[in-house]
């Protein structure tokens, strides 16, 4: 699996996506309550403006040091017993952790949930070498019995219900247990026990390295990191490469904005950190550290106008409450990273041949704005996507030809005023009960889900002429 996740067209799958029940009210349902609680938590903390800003000026001070702490990073964690890789491509990032799963001669491979692992496509990687990857987080792991790639950075399973779930669990494991939460949890658990025992290498992401100390920090809802980490003899973290903070004292205040937006809670189930493999004498923790530092397109963002989507912590907290993809969810923007992030970050990483159409899943309504808990200005980067693809000819013709017709007219009052006149009398003819007489191409699109208002064949000035007439009558 890679960054793109769909071979469809984005109108494709945008129209699979509308109708599917399910998942609409899955991700509808999910929306409202994460929403709700993410708000009493905003609540609760209190001064959540100053916090966002102090957030922001953590993740703009790294990024403009960002050479300085990955040098200091790096060098901590070699004090610390363990191996540092910087991957400058995907290609580099999963060459490595390949080698190093070849020489430890591994036939297993536990991971948990990590979304940088699934930009660069380790498992594919791993599996075409005959090494199994199991993933142990509950919503991926269902994910990938299914062979479905995720739909949200933190829900990754939100477009499904349990009805779905129970049958993926009867038809790939045999499972005849009732579809309550609680059952078929307990049957995973089982499973997954097996693999974490039986593992030769556990893999994890990363959500925040310190660079003062070289340590990891996990946060997650489950317990099945700290396995991942513990168990097996060998444990790489893989992490994108802007992912540092200087001190415990920054991680602090991250965590806290972290948990509260992504899932509205004061803190997740577990924050568990990691420095460097287990020393001499100490029963728990890998023999050997390895962490995989991956670019793949970072370095390039830096420095452009685009450099703010790095302060990005994976909270979700755009995707839930955007409103385009609460209608057609993670699978509609064929990436790894859906909702407003991926309408930025996709384009970004993985070009705009595969993502030009995301920045116009967006109706620039700024709730993303809104919420993000490091105050990224994600419908500007937006906008500033599209004006990339505007000025490099990357739009289609008809839609330039158009633009610049609009933009000759309206610069030109005469023939704005005759064309509107032309306008309004041409929509009282063509519009009836809500849908044009003639169709086609964008505007076939456009009426699809929507009426055109009724037209009664006069333009605005027109109108407005008339009514100043008779009010001085």
């Avoid at 905003?42 to 702490?69: F, M, P, T």
């Avoid at 992490?239 to 904005?257: N, Q």
């Amino acid at each position: 699996m890679s960054l793109k996740t769909s071979s469809l067209t984005f109108k494709d799958r945008i129209r699979i996506q509308i109708q599917d029940p399910i998942m609409r009210q899955a991700v509808a349902n999910a929306q409202e309550r994460i929403g709700a609680n993410r708000q009493k938590m905003v609540d609760d903390l209190g001064n959540w403006e100053a916090w966002r800003k102090q957030a922001q000026s953590i993740r703009d001070h790294v990024l403009n040091n960002l050479d300085a702490y990955l040098y200091q990073l790096s060098e901590k964690v070699i004090a610390n017993g363990g191996h540092v890789y910087f991957a400058k491509t995907k290609e580099d990032a999963t060459r490595y952790i390949l080698q190093v799963a070849q020489a430890k001669q591994a036939k297993k491979v536990v991971k948990s949930k990590s979304m940088v692992t699934e930009e660069i496509g380790m498992n594919a990687v791993l599996e075409a070498a005959g090494i199994k990857v199991v993933e142990t987080d509950l919503a991926e792991y269902i994910l990938q019995l299914d062979q479905d790639p995720p739909s949200h950075v933190v829900v990754p399973a939100i477009h499904k219900d349990r009805h779905q779930i129970r049958r993926v669990l009867h038809e790939q494991l045999g499972y005849d247990g009732s579809e309550t939460p609680e059952a078929m949890t307990l049957f995973i658990r089982q499973k997954l026990r097996e693999d974490f025992f039986s593992a030769d290498i556990g893999v994890t992401g990363c959500n925040f390295a310190v660079a003062e100390t070289g340590s990891m920090c996990l946060v997650s809802n489950e317990g099945n990191a700290r396995l991942c980490t513990t168990l097996p003899k060998t444990h790489i973290a893989v992490m994108g490469m802007e992912r540092i903070a200087p001190t415990f004292e920054e991680v602090d205040v991250l965590i806290t904005l972290l948990a509260r937006s992504a899932v509205g809670a004061r803190l997740t189930g577990y924050n568990t950190w990691l420095t460097g493999p287990c020393e001499s004498g100490q029963i728990d923790g890998p023999q050997e550290f390895h962490l995989v530092i991956v670019d793949n397109g970072r370095s390039q963002v830096l420095g452009s106008p685009f450099q703010a989507i790095l302060r990005c912590i994976r909270c979700g907290a755009c995707i839930n409450i955007c409103p385009a993809y609460r209608h057609i969810g993670g699978h509609g923007y064929g990436s790894i990273y859906p909702g407003p992030i991926g309408a930025v970050i996709s384009p970004l990483l993985g070009g705009y041949k595969d993502f030009k159409e995301l920045p116009y899943a967006c109706s620039l309504c700024t709730a993303c704005d809104s919420v993000c808990p490091v105050r990224i200005p994600l419908s500007t980067l937006i906008l500033e996507h599209r004006r990339v693809m505007a000025h490099t000819g990357m739009t289609p013709k008809a839609e330039r030809h158009a633009t610049k017709l609009f933009t000759y007219v309206n610069s030109h009052p005469t023939l704005w005023k005759v064309g509107m006149i032309a306008g309004a009398r041409a929509a009282g003819w063509l519009i009836k009960d809500g849908q044009p007489r003639v169709g086609g191409g964008a505007v076939s699109a456009w009426t699809e889900a929507r009426d055109l208002p009724s037209a009664d064949g006069k333009s605005f000035r027109t109108w407005f002429k008339e009514h100043q007439a008779k009010g001085h009558q």
